[in-house]
């Protein structure tokens, strides 16, 4: 007599992901493809020796192989629909068909394992019509191993057939996918997914109801196993009917109502209020990492919602009214920076030794950017509350000579600002181009030096532009004082030979002793930092540098000459601080 008759008397329990795992190809959901594929193959006896599953976990693939081995193998066969109570069906699904071999690669990865196949497959089979291979997580076989299967992989014997699993398809070495019919096996979707857990608890005499289904299949990920795993304890911890808020508990989750008025808060920089509701749901139960990544899907739900105008299908009627009113209300850059903001402070809550405190912080700087005005909403008002003048940039000295050393005054009126004010455009365009005419006349010493630059002679240019100081100009005639950085020998003849090429006339070029104007990169220098000190003084930039506190203006370029569309290209202004 037994000392404890009652654990005798128990049957014992399966889990749901084994007790109902696939049998047929009928069976198997969500992969149309595959099934097709093989049912033709089977149909008509183009049956391949060696396939390959891949896909994330739980997706099907083991099991897959063995209903492939049961169709292969079945009494009734080969077929696609096998019988399921013949001898080597009935072996095959309790695993124990002497014909038909599992190998667990991750164990098992040597040369000496793949060897026992090779010696074993000189035989035929004891009891089936093929003897069956299968190889799970095969992408952990080492290189060696994976060398002396390849022959017998490429021309096995007719009654052997290979099937080889693996969730990481990148590391199986090419010369063996190659010889593999490959077959990816699709993440289920989460309506599907959630239709079949609600199927599966209908066989256990629980109800679940449709909240709580999309919830486990959101959790799941697509994976079957692991919705069939969260089904399991989800009857255990309920007890009968399993409903969302149950479900919401055991994962650590808030109500999704909850999340959208969260998020609503921080969007609108209500602060005081975003941190209550997240005390209360961390209070509650709420995990700080999943409220972060649960912000994160309402983040994208909303924007995505905002882009195509679809809701989605599994949501009840209130999480698709707060998701259409913030969309409404809201806008495409702040929700792309709100999912920047929350993908990084992911990052920081998983590091972080308090993820409640790393989550409050993650809020106070949604909040904080939510105040932030963009740089359209700073132009507006500064258009609207400051006075347009006009500024004349002051104009340093012109060349006595009148060769190309004038300024141009620069007008600055609340019209679009032709600045381009971004802190890492260091190199200042210096030469400005200016376009010499179809027949070369040059009309002053920049067009002059402009020219070199766009013949390509940049070692002359650089000469020309930084160490030459005007002293007089006339067609055919530059007077110039040579500074003693020149690095171009016989620089006077070369400058005269080619202008003389390009133009078509003779051109003298003439040392001089007198100081002359300053080298155009000083002029260009100069004008530069008065039309900074100009912009500084001007509302609108006053404005945004008050907002963008040690903000600085790098440069500023005039505005050329532009067709309407090239204008209202460079009107264009986004939310990352880039005035154009």
Not at 350 to 359: M, R, S, V
Not at 420 to 440: Q, W
Not at 535 to 543: C, F, L, R, Y
Request: hydrophobic share 40%.
């Amino acid at each position: 007599m037994s000392l404890f008759p009652e654990i005798e008397n128990q049957k014992e329990y399966r889990v749901l992901a084994r007790k109902y795992r696939p049998k047929n190809f009928d069976e198997l959901i969500g992969q149309e493809v595959l099934v097709k594929t093989l049912s033709n193959a089977i149909q008509t006896g183009r049956i391949a020796h060696a396939f390959i599953l891949t896909g994330v976990r739980g997706i099907g693939k083991t099991t897959t192989a063995r209903i492939i081995a049961r169709a292969l193998n079945c009494e009734k066969g080969p077929t696609i629909t096998p019988c399921g109570t013949c001898e080597n069906c009935v072996a095959i699904g309790n695993d124990r068909h002497i014909d038909v071999m599992e190998m667990d690669a991750a164990s098992r990865t040597g040369v000496d394992d793949i060897r026992e196949i090779i010696d074993g497959v000189r035989y035929r089979p004891t009891s089936a019509r093929f003897k069956i291979y299968i190889i799970d997580e095969v992408h952990m076989l080492s290189k060696n191993a994976f060398n002396a299967l390849l022959k017998t992989l490429e021309e096995p014997p007719e009654s052997v057939k290979f099937i080889f699993a693996t969730t990481e398809i990148n590391k199986v070495p090419v010369t063996v996918l190659s010889r593999c019919q490959r077959f990816d096996l699709r993440r289920l979707d989460a309506e599907g997914l959630a239709k079949h857990l609600q199927n599966i608890a209908q066989k256990e005499s629980c109800t679940l109801d449709d909240g709580a289904a999309a919830l486990l299949a959101q959790a799941a990920d697509g994976s079957v196993r692991d919705g069939l795993s969260l089904l399991d304890q989800a009857m255990a911890h309920a007890s009968g009917a399993v409903n969302a808020d149950q479900v919401r508990g055991m994962l650590g989750l808030a109500d999704h109502s909850e999340i959208y008025e969260l998020l609503d808060m921080a969007l609108s920089a209500k602060v005081a209020e975003a941190l209550s509701l997240c005390q209360k749901l961390y209070n509650a139960g709420a995990d700080a990492l999943m409220l972060a990544q649960e912000l994160l899907r309402a983040t994208h739900a909303i924007t995505r919602a905002k882009v195509t105008g679809e809701y989605g299908a599994m949501i009840s009627d209130t999480e698709r009214k707060k998701r259409q009113a913030i969309a409404e209300q809201i806008g495409i850059a702040p929700l792309t920076r709100a999912w920047q903001m929350l993908l990084k402070g992911i990052s920081e809550i998983q590091t972080a030794p308090n993820p409640a405190i790393a989550l409050e912080m993650v809020l106070i700087r949604l909040c904080h950017a939510a105040d932030i005005p963009s740089v359209s909403q700073l132009l507006e008002s500064g258009a609207a509350n400051a006075p347009a003048p006009s500024v004349t940039a002051n104009t340093p000295p012109s060349n006595p000579s009148g060769g190309g050393g004038s300024y141009t005054s620069a007008a600055i009126t609340s019209a679009p600002v032709s600045t381009r004010a971004v802190a890492s455009d260091r190199n200042l365009a210096l030469a400005p181009t200016i376009g010499v005419e179809s027949s070369l006349q040059l009309h002053s010493y920049r067009d002059a030096v402009q020219l070199f630059a766009e013949k390509r002679e940049m070692i002359l240019y650089h000469d020309l532009y930084h160490n030459s100081h005007l002293v007089n100009f006339a067609p055919g005639k530059i007077e110039l004082r040579v500074g003693e950085k020149v690095r171009q020998p016989n620089f006077v003849n070369q400058v005269g030979k080619l202008l003389g090429e390009w133009t078509g006339q003779r051109w003298m070029i003439l040392v001089s002793q007198d100081k002359g104007a300053p080298s155009l990169q000083q002029q260009d220098q100069a004008k530069q930092l008065a039309l900074v000190e100009q912009m500084e003084q001007h509302p609108t930039v006053m404005a945004v540098i008050k907002q963008f506190p040690g903000a600085k203006i790098i440069s500023v370029r005039e505005r050329a000459e532009q067709t309407p569309t090239a204008t209202a290209e460079s009107e264009t202004m986004d939310d990352e601080g880039l005035l154009s």
